[in-house]
Every structure is written in structure tokens, then in C-alpha cells.
């Protein structure tokens, strides 16, 4: 007895092209511009300049937010120095945290959308 299975080929290339869609979803953008913005409102700040290192990049797929570029009090203040007696303040992971269900939300869409276009329903 043998089993055929036919449109696997088909499959296999619509899986493909769904991964090349993954980078072109502008919901990535929308997700990586709430967090940052969520970042942001959620820095400590006395000159601004922490807040205003936060910055996000859309690269294919994958989703950049960097924070402390160019603050040299970034990591310290982020990570804490206990010889110091500084607490680490982790409002970046705060912040994904709190938004995790939106960026959810917002990254499923996109994913429906992409397959849905694909005919793979």
C-alpha cells in the first residue's frame, strides 16, 4: 500500500514566500514603534537624553529596539551597580512586558494577513 500526497511542492514554496512576506508586514514596524514609545514614557529622566536614545529598527523579520546608544549612564542605570548601590532599573523589559499581548495582537494580524493573501487559509 502506498500514500500519495500531492501539492506538497506547492506547500512547501507557499511556506517559503510567507517567510519573505514576514519582513514586509508593516505591523513589525507598528510593534517595535509601541514598544519604543512605551519605553520611552517609561525612562527615568533628568536630561532626556536616555529617553531619547530608545530607537527601533525593522530588519526582515526581526524587530531592534535599542536603548543607551551613546549614553554612557545607560547600562549602569538599566542593569544597576550594586557596589554602588544603584538598583537596576529594567523599564526596557518593563516596557515589552507590558506590551506583550499588543505586540501579540498586532504580529497575528499581520500573520493572518500574509496567509490570507498566500491563499493558505
Known sequence: ??????????????LAGLAGDLGTMPELGRAGELVADTTRAAAPVLSGALRDSTDVQVIGSLIEIGVGA??????????GVPSHNI???PYPWQALETREQD???????????????????
Open 87 to 89: 538598583e537596576p532599573n
Open 70 to 79: 551613546g549614553v554612557d549612564y545607560a547600562a549602569p542605570i538599566i542593569g
Open 103 to 121: 505586540v501579540t495582537d498586532l504580529l497575528t494580524t499581520g500573520l493572518d494577513r500574509a496567509i490570507a493573501a498566500r491563499g493558505l487559509d
Open 1 to 14: 500500500m502506498s500514500v500519495t500526497f500531492r501539492g506538497v511542492d506547492e506547500f512547501v514554496a507557499d
